[in-house]
């Protein structure tokens, strides 16, 4: 290839310097040509000079004078005398010999030249005929004496090419080349004499010996060029080209993985030491690429595996999940397949969790999944999609088949001794099954999750088997929960943020009834139409999506209390969940409100039920949402445990009374309990909210107790826009 | 030992080439006169003192006074402040300059060439008031015999002839008398056309016979004849290697009574050292000033 080059290039390079000497031998026969014609013009006027000087030499001559004086004779002096007395040369064919009054002494008839001259015509002219150039000169006779004595005129023709040839300062003009155009001009001025001439330039040595040069030159170049090149190829290609062919064919043979890293065809050791050091680079980079790229494999593969896979019971993830359904809409879809879902959910799970803890409640669902991943045919995978709902999916299966299979599933749970880990209740789990056949429609298999929702809270139901498929006839029943359309509704909500409303209820000081903050409440509205709130956290429950639902309405009082919605003074109480409470980026958006902490109260409501769940790692993020500045409220007690142990490890600075107890107050009997409960929580340092006051008459029974605030439809309802006065409103419905 | 001659000689030239340059040249000019009425004849002439003798210097055959032989001995009798005339005959021409070549035509006869001879010794003698000593080489010598022949009255007071030839049949000459025939055949007939003759060294010599016959008429004979008629003393030179003149013909001149000088190995044109001793010869002939 650099030989290729080289040998272009220097073509190139000899193409050019060749033109450019062309050019330059052009410019200088131009020049040349200039000179030889400026030549030929010096040689005529040179030659017309000389010519003239033998007319005067002749017309001095003494016997001329004698012919004018006794011209009898004339015509034997003429044909003897006057070309043959070495008087005039060789180039002289004609004279004449005119009288005072410029006539020919004598006519001669074989003369060429005029027989008579006049004083006004004696200019020198040239005639050509044919082949013959000659020049007329005319000269006048005067005696050399004193006095010029004038006697009479000569005339004399003199072949002229000679005489240019014998010009002896010829340097540009090939004398022997001499010629004539024309062939036949009659008295033609010796001035205009040069244009019907024609020659060859002489020999240009210097132009001719630089162009010699040049190609010499050019030629050894190509000699010094070519000859190397063609003895050193065979040499190159074996230390060089040979080798490197190997390398390369070895380096592809290594990217289509058909070489060993120690292939055949590059064994042999190679000629040159710097290529076989190549090679033994490339062998050890390839061999270390090999174990890279192995680790990585295996890295990948861990990788893999821990993104998707529990690793609480080794069931694959909900990501696994997601991937594999996404796989198998996009294979699927539009061809004849029947493929049937099936999710499994652990009966009173919660409880059970409540109650033996949750340790213990793992081990419980670990122990579900791997009996139910025994009894999985091959090729069916167990998905744990969160919390105790598993799923497993059965391609091109019958109905009947994926039942059978769901119902060892079952057994094997029923069979799994739970007993030996000190559960005492029989643990067992429901099962919905959802199928579609030979439909290969995307809404259909987009529909199965939520058919197989369905089915498996169908099975759920007190008196089924633990086991159902889904059928119409189960979305009329549970439309409201499991609707696809609030399904969609809410997702998208948490997604965009968009249909999410916050309405505001206020809290307010009892001793003045001073709204002292609100209460963000939720609502999700789409189309015009209100989801319940029970819908919406049934579905956020469900589907586990606590942090991301909480996450989308703390943007949305941000944005509230960011744009002034909120009156200045007052404060929000916001619900979080248990879940979001240790979640990072709920944490995160909360710790961005502190810059609202001067001139609001913030409050974060958090359930008795969610906080024991995690409650070392709730406690922690609860102090540090104190230290900025933020209260803490335990939100429903009195619903679930109560655990007073409880209450005084958590970092709460109000307790809200759940509206079971408040109402509770109207039963004597109750009203103790409550009205003791709330003397011991206010004196360990909690305020104290009573919940779901809607009476003057319950209001007045709250007065009576230590609560410190008190929010219902007594003090307002729950509005977009907050009441900025409490009002007393006649209400029959709470938050 | 040294010839004494040689030595004498290699003086007088070291002697003739100082006093050429130290001597100033002498005042010389160019005469013309009109011969005929026809044609302009030339003469250099230099003038000498009041009592120098007159010579005229007349040059050979188809010469001019330019020759050197004559143009030497001009020089030297000038320098020596003798009144010099050397005159160039026209041949027919009209201002002659150049010696004119064989092969022209000749119309020039011994007729014109001593009427022209005579013209210039009486210029001469007017001009110098003194009787005119002739000097000629070659030709010019035959020539200015017959002019002491023809010219009776001709005011000459001695004559020089260097290397004395003549016309005619003879060794050395081209004329034979077969031309000289064919001439007097043609004079007879009346012609007066040009003929192609041989004269004296020309062996083409184109000329009408009347004009040949005048040159040829003056052989041998007829030169002895009028030198023998000693009207004015003579010398007569020679060059003992002139090849043009046969031995004879100086024989017939020595025998014949004139003063003949033999100068020992010049030759016709007494060239190279031996001018030097017909310089010396020439004025020991030459009367003293």
């Given amino acids: 290839m650099f030989g290729m080059a080289v040998f272009v290039l220097f073509v190139f390079y000899g193409l050019l310097t060749y033109h450019q000497m062309q050019v330059l031998k052009q410019d200088l026969q131009t020049s040349y040509q200039n000179l030889a014609n400026d030549e030929i013009r010096v040689a005529i006027d040179t030659a017309h000079l000389d010519i003239k000087k033998h007319a005067v030499e002749f017309a001095s001559w003494e016997e001329v004078t004698q012919q004018i004086d006794n011209p009898y004779y004339y015509a034997y002096w003429y044909n003897h005398r006057s070309l043959n007395a070495g008087v005039v040369p060789d180039y002289v064919v004609d004279v004449a010999i005119y009288d005072k009054s410029g006539n020919v002494l004598s ?10 001259v006049t004083e006004d015509a004696l200019t020198s002219y040239i005639d050509i005929n044919k082949d013959k150039v000659e020049m007329v000169v005319f000269e006048k ?18 072949n002229l090419i000679p005489e240019l040839i014998e010009f002896k300062q010829y340097n540009y003009v090939d004398h022997d080349s001499i010629k004539i155009k024309s062939t036949e001009v009659s008295k033609l001025l010796v001035s205009d004499f040069s244009r019907y001439i024609s020659y060859d330039l002489r020999p240009n040595p210097i132009v001719d010996d630089m162009v010699g040069i040049v190609k010499d030159m050019l030629f050894r170049m190509a000699l010094i060029i070519i000859v190397p090149t063609l003895l050193m190829y065979p040499f190159v290609s074996y230390l060089v080209a040979k080798p490197l062919k190997a390398i390369s064919r070895h380096i592809d043979s290594l990217k289509n993985k058909t070489a ?7 064994a042999k050791k190679l000629p040159v030491s710097e290529l076989e050091k190549v090679r033994n680079s490339l062998n050890e980079y390839h061999q270390q690429l090999f174990e890279v790229h192995k680790s990585l494999d295996d890295k990948n593969r861990e990788l893999w595996n821990m993104a998707h896979h529990d690793p609480l019971t080794g069931a694959l993830n909900r990501r696994a999940f997601d991937e594999h359904w996404r796989s198998i809409t996009q294979m699927f879809s539009g061809g004849r397949m029947d493929i049937c879902l099936a999710i499994f959910d652990v009966n009173n799970f919660k409880a059970l969790n409540d109650t033996y803890g949750h340790q213990l409640g793992d081990e419980v669902l670990k122990g579900i999944a791997q009996s139910i991943m025994k009894v999985l045919r091959k090729g069916e995978h167990l998905y744990r999609l969160g919390g ?4 497993t999916v059965f391609i091109n299966c019958t109905e009947q088949e994926a039942l059978h299979v769901a119902e060892r599933c079952h057994q094997a749970v029923v069979d799994c001794p739970f007993n030996d880990q000190g559960v005492l209740e029989p643990v067992r789990i429901s099962i919905g099954l959802s199928e579609t056949r030979n439909v290969p429609d995307h809404e259909m298999l987009l529909a199965l999750q939520w058919q197989a929702d369905v089915a498996m809270y169908s099975a759920k139901q007190p008196g089924k088997a633990n086991i159902a498929v889904f059928s119409e006839e189960m979305t009329d029943k549970i439309k409201g929960i499991f609707s696809s359309w609030v ?46 709130p029970s819908d919406v956290f049934q579905i956020v429950e469900a589907r586990s999506l606590d942090a991301e639902m909480d996450i989308a309405i703390l943007e949305k009082i941000y944005h509230d209390l960011g744009s002034g919605k909120i009156p200045t003074g007052t404060g929000v109480s916001i619900n979080v969940s248990g879940l979001s409470i240790v979640t990072k980026d709920v944490l995160e ?6 810059r609202f902490i001067d001139d609001y109260k913030l409050v974060i409501e958090v359930t008795e039920t969610s906080l024991i769940t995690q409650i070392e790692a709730a406690s922690k993020n609860l102090n540090k949402l104190r230290e900025k500045g933020f209260y803490i409220a335990l939100d429903d007690f009195g619903s679930g445990y109560s655990s007073v142990r409880y209450l005084g490890t958590m970092p709460v600075d109000i307790v809200k009374f759940d509206i079971s107890l408040i109402r509770s107050l109207a039963d004597e009997s109750q009203q103790l309990i409550v009205k003791h409960l709330a003397e011991m929580i206010a004196g360990t340092g909690h305020k104290l909210v009573a919940e779901g006051i809607e009476t003057e008459d319950l209001l007045k029974k709250v007065n009576e107790l230590e609560f410190f605030y008190g929010q219902g439809y007594l003090f307002g309802r729950p509005e977009p826009r907050p009441l900025e006065q409490p009002g007393l409103l006649d209400g029959t419905h709470s938050s | 030992m040294s010839n004494p001659n040689i030595s004498r000689r290699y003086l007088a030239s070291i002697c003739l080439i100082i006093s050429a340059l130290i001597v100033a040249p002498v005042a010389a000019k160019t005469v013309e006169l009109s011969f005929d009425n026809k044609r302009v004849v030339t003469a250099e002439f230099s003038q000498g003192g009041a ?55 000749h119309f020039h006869s011994m007729e014109t060439d001593l009427a022209e001879i005579d013209l210039w010794v009486r210029w001469l003698n007017k001009e110098t008031g003194k009787k005119v000593i002739l000097l000629g080489h070659s030709a010019g010598s035959v020539q200015l015999v017959a002019y002491v022949d023809q010219f009776e009255d001709a005011p000459v007071a001695q004559g020089i002839y260097i290397s004395l030839g003549h016309f005619g049949r003879g060794i050395g000459s081209a004329e034979n008398p077969v031309d000289y025939q064919r001439a007097v055949a043609s004079i007879k007939k009346g012609n007066t056309g040009l003929e192609k003759y041989a004269m004296s060294y020309c062996k083409e010599y184109l000329t009408t016979p009347q004009n040949y016959a005048s040159y040829y008429e003056w052989g041998k004979e007829k030169i002895l004849s009028a030198l023998n008629k000693n009207r004015i003393p003579l010398h007569v030179i020679y060059g003992s290697k002139d090849q043009r003149i046969d031995k004879s013909w100086m024989k017939k001149i020595e025998a014949s009574g004139l003063k003949v000088i ?7 044109f007494f060239v190279s050292e031996y001018e030097f001793d017909l310089q010396d010869a020439i004025d020991n002939i030459l009367p003293g000033m």
């Fill in chain 1, 107 to 116: 006519k001669i008839a074989s003369s060429t030249l005029p027989d008579a």
């Fill in chain 1, 141 to 158: 006779i005067e005696k050399e004496s004193p006095s010029g004595i004038f006697q009479g005129y000569i005339s004399m023709r003199s």
């Fill in chain 1, 260 to 266: 060993s890293i120690e292939a055949n065809s590059l």
């Fill in chain 1, 388 to 391: 105790d709902e598993f799923a």
């Fill in chain 1, 487 to 532: 399904n969609n509704i809410v997702y998208e909500a948490i997604a965009s943020g968009d249909d999410i409303v916050i309405f505001y209820q206020p809290i307010v000081r009892l001793e003045d009834r001073v709204v002292e903050y609100y209460e963000a409440l939720v609502r999700i509205e789409h189309d015009g139409k209100m989801v319940l």
């Fill in chain 1, 589 to 594: 958006i909360l710790y961005k409100f502190t």
């Fill in chain 2, 51 to 105: 009592e120098a003798p007159a010579i005229i210097i007349l040059h050979g055959f188809l010469q001019t006074r330019e020759f050197h032989t004559v143009m030497r001995i001009y020089n030297a009798l000038s320098e020596s402040g003798y009144s010099v005339l050397a005159p160039t005959l026209s041949l027919g021409l009209n201002r002659r300059q150049k010696s004119l070549a064989c092969e022209a035509i």
């Fill in chain 2, 262 to 268: 033999s100068i020992e190995g010049a030759n016709h």
